[in-house]
């Protein structure tokens, strides 16, 4: 099997067994890390909900990530207007970052848009920044999805637990998502190198965050923006007029015109 990212032949890395009945296989690429199972035919029955319901951090991670996307965005891209949640489930950050006056939008091809309707993608939209929560890890097709992010915005702004080195058993890491069966794809360092590399990005990685950007940045910037702490402290110096009252009168006006 080849490596779904560097196109480097993959090794038989660990067995185990998804959602306690289907037997997977992982395989490990040498070259650049990363790890992926065999075809997963599991996962209609894994997305039967978008949303895992072993994912009970889903609101503070949230919250987490509004307010260090709000930081990112005013240390990193001031002048930055428009932006893309992709993978962006319920619609929760989107809300959030446009009742703190970010005009962001919405896209997820599995989840139901729910706290953001109205503000979804349309085609031919471009952005100065996509952001991806704790999606790479559920990509069958990695790099297809990465382009159409990359193409999509001038920087993408991504989380993901990376792999420790050397690389946990599947039972040894409860990333591997065993119970819900929608991560299926595991990132090194190395691996995201090589995404930087194939999409002429640059690429700035701390702990869980990962920045692929035209230009480069300031990484003192990059790691105080992505500290939780820092990022909640700076929340009431960074904010921008709320979207909230004109969000809704948009959405009076629009459902008066139907």
Known sequence: MRCRICQEPTARFADALILKKYPATYFRCAACGFVQLEEPIWIEEAYSHAISR??????????????????????????????????????????????????????????????????????????????????????????????????????????????????????????????????ISLYSLRSLEFIARKFDRHLVSDGAFHLFTRKPVSRFAFHLATRPKVAGFLRPL???????????????????RG
Request: charged fraction near 20%.
């Open 54 to 183: 072993l994912d009970v951090g889903i609101m503070q991670r949230n919250v987490t990530c509004t307010d260090i996307t709000s930081a990112l965005i005013r240390l990193i891209a001031p002048n930055a207007r428009h932006f893309l949640d992709f993978g962006g489930g319920h619609g929760t950050l989107v809300r959030m970052m446009r009742d703190r006056g970010f005009d962001f939008r919405w896209q997820d091809a599995y989840a139901q848009n729910l706290h953001a309707r109205g503000f979804e993608h349309k085609d031919g939209m471009h952005y100065n920044l996509v952001v991806a929560f704790e999606v790479l890890e559920h990509l069958v097709s990695p790099l297809d999805d990465i382009a159409k992010m990359m193409n999509l915005g001038d920087t993408v702004f991504l989380s993901t637990l990376l792999l420790p080195e050397p690389p946990p058993q599947p039972d040894e890491w409860w990333y591997y998502a065993l119970g819900s069966g929608q991560h």
């Open 238 to 256: 960074l904010h921008r007029p709320s979207l909230t009252q004109a969000d809704f009168e948009s959405m009076a006006n629009e459902r008066d």
